[in-house]
């Protein structure tokens, strides 16, 4: 659909924001009730039926709640941080297909075929909002990164150490995550030949795989990079509540702090929507997304099933945040730099020398589980040395110091 | 909009570059700062919440204690290195893209690939490889290490 008409991209704009705030909303109550349930409470369960208008509550009380600015801040600075983190994060999913796509048309060998083709892809419909784009999955990035700013001047500008030292962890923590976001999905560029989200979905559909079949490897890279982008646990040591209090967001109170965690969940349906894009299929289900043959009832459910994964990935998230202890921040950085950043390289070549010589692309999904296997003998044979070096502690002599004696009664 | 203008390219032909398809993209920023400013503004100036400022409300939050010295502190040279081996695995990784696009897609000349394909293929291993090197000598030189 590259006609560009107002009144769509105004129904497009309205829905998508509501539909992802209703998302983020209801994936605050569901990190609740999942929480509750590990933990062998009951949750929340008073605001309407089994508490399921706590989102609305909450977004209420985060409105009407005192507003505290603590005296000693950089108060521009501190007042636009929040809108940063959320701005970034909700521009993000322009690009984003939420429902069945058609990929643009690749090049033809006359101007005839051309006309057809254009002709052809103009009659489609695309659920994105910007259809077409080349940059694709590369502006994802770009606002992923551009997330840092809103930590680090929330951080800085609040002038207050537990803040300060949260964004230096978490600025710190993203820019090394995004080298294995970008390396691992290479693969996946090499292989499909483009960047924009509806080809790859294309691509997928046509070649009747998912790319999570062909780069397993690359996919766990991915997932484990993005996690840490969005400061989920076991990555969320920005926020580490029993070192940092709150992180970055220590001195935020009322609206500021509810747009600061909306960023976090916003981040978190985005990753999903990328992820299951770019290696579990989009709308495809091995063949079942063709079941309902009338236009609208087939967009429904394509869209119900690549709305499906994506709800999948954030429960996923969701289990993984309440079963997983936190990394220390030594072995988070060894674990992005030493083990994850080698990794990615050799999936890329792999990738590279597959393609270079044409051979099937079976062999990748061999090539990503001998990695992975490789990686998992090397860490048992050096035994965890590389992401948990020994470091020397100093013990201390038996008994008390000299010329201390115990209180004497 | 108009129709695409059709553009001769190696590949084929192709729609030449219409900075139209980026208009959602600018109408949604605008959208999307409208309503993160917006949301702030609102809460800061609505009259139905409580504003009681008082002297200890007001102090840095250091967990009941009386802040102790500035917190614009220095912090530790690792956080610089991370930065700046960042800045040129990133630009490595930018170089990268274009050729992760254009190197085995489907449609393009097939002569260009079989005059140039093995010659970029061994460039890029080239360039791989420089790459190793770098993250060789940064390990060794003992980046990576947090004590």
Known sequence: MPEFDPVYLAIVIVGLMGGVLGVVGYLTLAERKVSAWIQDRLGPNRVGPGGLLQPLADGGKFFLKEEVIPAHVDKVFYLLAPAVAVITSLLAIAVVPFGPTVAPPDPQPTVAAFEAAQAEYRNHFSFVMAPGLDVGVLYVFALGSLAVYGVILAGWSANNKYSLLGALRSSAQIISYEIPLGLSVLGVFLIVGSLNLEKITAWQADHRTWLVLVQPLAFLLFLVSAYAEGSRLPFDLPEAEQELVGGYHTEYSSMKLGLMLMAEYVHLVTAGFIVSILFWGGWGFFGLENLLTDPVGGAVLKAAILIGKMLVYCGFALLIRWTIPRFRFDQLMNIAWKVMIPLALLNLLCVMVVLQFGWPLVVLTGTSVLSFCGAGVLSVWLRGSVTNPKRPVRKLPPGLPAGVTYASR | ?147
């Open chain 2, 1 to 147: 909009m108009a129709a695409p203008v059709p553009v001769q390219t190696p590949a084929g032909i192709e729609p030449a570059f219409d900075l139209a398809a980026y208009y959602p993209i600018l109408i949604y920023a605008v959208v999307v700062v409208a309503f993160g400013l917006g949301t702030i503004a609102a809460s800061h100036l609505t009259p139905f919440k409580p504003r009681k400022p008082t002297r200890v409300k007001q102090m840095p939050y250091e967990s009941g204690m009386d802040p102790v010295g500035s917190a614009r502190m220095q912090f530790d040279i690792k956080f610089y290195l991370i930065a700046i081996l960042f800045l040129v695995f990133d630009v490595e990784l930018l170089f990268l893209y274009p050729w992760a696009v254009l190197a085995y897609a489907d449609g393009g000349d097939p002569t260009w690939k079989t005059v140039f394909g093995g010659v970029v293929f061994a460039e890029i291993l080239v360039f791989l490889a420089t790459l190793a090197i770098a993250y060789v000598y940064a390990w060794r030189k003992g980046v990576f290490q947090w004590r």
